[in-house]
């Protein structure tokens, strides 16, 4: 894309000025507010819009409020000349685009025409200043593929702000060791509520096991859903194979129709050919018979004349001339076409690995048809599908033992963790203990008081105590404490029923005294012992339990295993059979029997077509023989093979010329047998085309011709049935049918599987009222508020900290998607211009430099040519400009089949001495075929550095005038 022209209406201190460009370097020349600045704006505008008013960039509206706006002319290799105006509208301006062929467009046939480039991406290639190449040596190859990359990729540049606004947010999120990001902050926050919970929970003795019931309700709730959503996965697949089975059904009937119709051949175009045969055979008999008549209404006019008759000889012998060249010719090629048959056939052969006669004959015998060939892929795929169900169970058994080892590890650990036998057995005898001590308090209690309370008061407390120990039972489940309440109840009444006045023993009085001394104050203690034990009963009991069910999975998956590899022991022995009929005695690698096969049948096709052609070459053979005889005969001498004509036509010439006198007999008689000749040939060879054509089609007769072609149509028309059915089958993916299902079945399935998820919903019904049941027990149970605030608020905090994960895994996605899109963009790009930057680089400085590069740190490099290397930073300014500007134009080469924009330079070459200048000019000469450059320069010395250039000075630019070419 080139600029020819700028026409500008009215845009900063320009106002109706023409600008004309040239093909290659154009030079803007012009004094300090001269309006170079302004030409180069105006072309940005133009093309991508004016910005809007609060904007970094100005908008150049007119000084004297005049026309805002103008054209710019352009000359693109794919859409000809177009003009591009665009004036005062909309906040960017209302455009319009010329074509060449006289259509018109707007914004969206200029981003089409500007390749979908933004002003953004446009600038970072495509027009730089000097400020613009400062801090080169700053850039790191990150930094680098990132400003090469957003400058190279449309829409890379806010996808590179995006990612670095993600990693902020990802940082403010959460670190790793930081205190300060929200997660650290809810995590610590969670850990202290955490501990607080602990610590009221333990004064709720009775809220464990509900909560651990609920959790339990929770993981059977949770099971039962997975199950739920499985069988209706299964249910909506079976649903749909009932919707093509249909499909499925018919196509197996096509398959069916079409292997019983895979064995017809029909040649192309062969009704056509066979009644055109037809018609012309017609014809030529009704021709023959006509000329047969004349020449025997001749032969009777004729007068007997031996030499006669061999003249008529010797010229059917003659008419015959070119049957006979052809014979020679098919000879020739017959034993051609015999040695390339048996060159195929050895060299087949050869690949089979087949030596000897007899295992020739075993090749050429055996039987290649289509259901041996199914046979073959059938144990194929059995012993594929073997292998497979050997590797599964293989895998299913490592897991099963790595379970069994885990179990085994864990009932170690808790056999480390076994009560001591003096606890068990304090255990075993707690509950007489507990019995007595309350008997020894009951009695203690009745003895203190006075006679006269005895009577009432010492079985109403017993009975209340017996009360207490029968609901604490029921609480914790002990029945010995149930027991002892009993007991308690039965104590009460025996006392109540004894005398009020009797006096109590001092013997047992102190015996009871001796046994609350001893247990008194133990309770508590030996109630946790008690729970610790059957906590470690019950655990052990547990693993056990899982541990005989690992074993006997075990066993039955070894059990598995054994059974398939004997089922693959007698797939192998049946293709051992099975190759035995081919002559193959080891079994090759599965992946190459298909290919043993068709190479078995090759053979065949090849070793059939050779003795069609020997057969051939025997039956011409026979035909030169005879006619050879005929010919002899007829001379009446020996006649060698390759001058038997030549022969011929002499003793022809002799007797013409020896028949002179009756020639005028024997013309016409000749005339007409050489017709009829002429059309007994032509009859014979219709008739050998048409028995031709009825070979081809494997008939002997019209009418079984005919009935093939209707076969062979049907066969193309179940074909493009197929063809249907299997495009509808593909729009539904790949799903597996199974063989032999009928809707019914499918349909007693959906039923099963619907009484199955009916049964599941009753349960989960039932266990969603036992957790409600629960729930309100624990909320009765839980007296103590503090708990419910710190809990709902350790809730709180749990969710605020899920929502912040919830963010942070979003961010993280996607910074993790931008930096391997990042990865591969840099792959593909960066590695292309580093090269050509690098060469661009080295004929800049004059070869004092080879190579441009990255170091394993990041930074960039030079390499002298002395070898040394040199960082960047360590360059002079103008060699660091060199390598920027060099980078910039290498990137504008890699692109340019997709962005053929021209470049526009605002003096970014003041820094460079002479030399330096004079390579940088030759080098933009060079590059000027391809791109088209516009040089902006204050510097009137460089209007002389130029050769060939169109130089602009804009300094005299006014109303209504074009800039001055110098």
């Known amino acids: 894309m080139k600029i020819e022209k700028l026409n500008i209406y009215g845009f900063g201190k320009h106002e109706n000025v023409t600008v004309d460009f040239g093909q290659g370097i154009s030079v803007v020349y012009g004094l300090n507010e001269a309006g170079k600045t302004t030409i180069q704006q105006f072309i940005l505008h133009i093309l991508f819009g004016f910005p809007p008013k609060n904007n970094a960039h100005l908008r150049y509206e007119p000084k004297s409020g005049g026309k805002y ?52 991406s446009f600038e970072s290639i495509f027009s730089f200043s000097l400020l613009q190449l400062q801090g080169f040596e700053k850039m790191d190859e990150d930094e680098l593929s990132r400003t090469l990359l957003a400058s190279g990729t449309t829409g890379v540049d806010s996808l590179l702000q995006l990612g670095n606004r993600m990693e902020k947010e990802l940082g403010d999120l959460f670190k790793k060791s930081g205190r ?43 099971e039962l859903r997975g199950q739920e959503t499985e069988l209706m996965q299964e249910s909506q697949k079976l649903a749909l194979v009932r919707q093509l089975l249909p499909l499925h059904q018919k196509k197996q009937a096509l398959d069916a129709r079409l292997s019983q119709l895979s064995g017809i051949t029909f040649p192309a175009d062969g009704i056509r050919r066979y009644e055109m045969l037809a018609g012309k055979l017609t014809e030529a008999e009704a021709t023959k018979r006509r000329l047969e008549e004349e020449l025997a209404e001749l032969m009777t006019r004729m007068p007997e004349q031996h030499e006669f008759e061999r003249i008529a000889e010797l010229e059917i012998l003659l008419a015959k001339e070119t049957e006979w060249h052809r014979w020679q010719t098919a000879v020739t090629f017959e034993e051609e076409n015999v040695s390339q048959q048996t060159s195929s056939k050895r060299r087949l052969l050869d690949r089979l690995g087949v030596k000897g006669l007899e295992a020739e004959n075993t090749i050429l015998d055996a039987d290649v048809s289509i259901q041996k060939e199914e046979q073959m892929h059938k144990i194929i795929q059995e012993l594929t599908e073997g292998d497979q169900q050997i590797g599964f169970v293989n895998r299913q058994l490592i897991q099963v033992e790595n379970e069994l080892a885990d179990t085994e590890t864990e009932i170690g650990g808790i056999e480390r963790t076994a009560p001591a036998v003096e606890e068990l057995e304090r255990v075993q005898q707690w509950p007489k203990i507990r019995q007595q001590l309350a008997e020894a308090k009951a009695y203690i209690s009745l003895s203190r008081r006075p006679v006269e309370q005895k009577s009432l008061m010492i079985p109403a407390l017993l009975v209340v105590l017996a009360v207490a120990f029968i609901v604490f039972g029921f609480i914790q489940k002990e029945w010995f404490i149930i027991i002892a309440g009993v007991i308690v109840i ?59 069910v690992l074993e006997r999975k075990f066993q039955s998956l070894t059990s598995e295993l054994e059974n398939t590899y004997s089922n693959r022991r007698k797939i192998e022995l049946e293709l051992v059979d099975f190759l035995g009929l081919y002559g193959f005695d080891e079994i090759p690698s599965t992946g190459i029997i298909p290919e043993l096969f068709r190479m078995i049948r090759e053979v065949q096709e090849v070793t059939r077509e050779l003795n069609d052609a020997l057969l051939r070459r025997q039956t011409i053979q026979q035909q030169i023989a005879v006619r050879l005889a005929e010919a002899e005969k007829i001379v009446r001498k020996f006649a060698p093979q390759e001058t038997v004509y030549e022969m011929l036509r002499r003793e022809f010439i002799h007797l013409n010329e020896q028949a002179e006198t009756i020639r005028s007999l024997t013309v016409a008689l000749e005339r007409k047998e050489s017709a009829l000749k002429e059309t007994s040939s032509l009859v014979n060879s219709l008739l050998e085309k048409v028995q031709a054509l009825l070979a081809e089609a494997a008939v002997e007769t019209e009418e079984a011709f005919y009935a093939a072609y209707n076969s062979h149509q049907e066969a193309f028309r179940l074909k493009g049935q197929l063809e249907d059915v299997n495009a509808q089958l593909a729009s539904y993916g790949p799903l597996e049918l199974p063989d032999g299902v009928v809707d019914e079945e499918l349909r007693k399935k959906v039923n099963d599987i619907s009484g199955t998820l009916s049964s599941i919903s009753e349960r989960l019904n039932v266990l969603i009222n036992d957790k409600a049941a629960l729930v309100n027990k624990t909320e009765r149970l839980l007296t103590d508020e503090n708990y419910g605030r ?28 931008i930096r391997r899109t990042m990865s591969e963009l840099k792959e593909k790009k960066l590695p292309e211009v580093l090269e050509a930057a690098e060469k661009m680089f080295c004929e800049l400085t004059g070869g004092n430099y080879e190579s441009l590069s990255v170091t394993e740190t990041g930074h960039f490099e030079v390499v002298a040519k002395n070898g040394m290397r040199y960082p960047i930073v360590e360059l002079s300014q103008a060699t660091k400009e060199q390598a920027y500007i060099s980078l910039r134009l290498a990137l504008a080469a890699s692109i340019m089949n997709t962005a053929p924009f021209p470049l526009m330079l605002d003096d970014p070459f003041v820094h460079f001495d002479e030399e330096r200048l004079s390579r940088m000019i030759e080098l933009l000469d060079n590059l000027q075929n391809k791109h088209q450059f516009i040089y902006f320069t204050c510097h009137e010395a460089m209007k002389d550095k130029w050769q060939g250039a169109t130089i602009l000075n804009v300094s005299d630019i006014g109303s209504e005038q074009g800039a001055m070419v110098l």
């Open 69 to 120: 706006g103008g054209q710019v002319h352009l000359i693109d290799e794919t859409y000809g000349k177009c003009i591009v105006e665009r004036i005062r509208g909309k906040s960017a301006g209302d455009v319009t685009v010329y074509f060449e062929d006289g259509t018109k467009g707007g914004e969206e046939q200029l981003n089409t025409l500007l390749r979908q480039y933004d002003r953004a």
């Open 180 to 222: 300060i990001p929200e997660m650290n902050v809810k995590i610590m926050e969670l850990r202290e509520l955490e501990i607080e919970l602990k610590e009221e929970q333990e004064k709720v003795g009775e809220y464990a096991p509900s909560i651990e019931r609920i959790r339990e309700i929770d993981d059977l709730l949770t």
């Open 490 to 548: 039965g104590l009460g009444i025996l006392i109540y029923s004894k005398k009020q006045h009797q006096t109590p023993d001092s013997a047992k009085l102190k015996q009871m005294e001796k046994i609350i001394a001893a247990y008194d104050g133990n309770e508590h203690q030996m109630e946790e012992l008690t729970d610790r034990i059957g906590m470690y009963k019950r655990k052990k009991e547990d693993l056990q339990e899982a541990f005989m």
């Open 790 to 817: 710190k809990l709902q608020h350790f809730e709180m905090k749990k969710s605020e900290l899920a929502e912040l994960v919830k963010k942070w895994s979003e961010r993280k996605a996607i910074t993790e998607a």
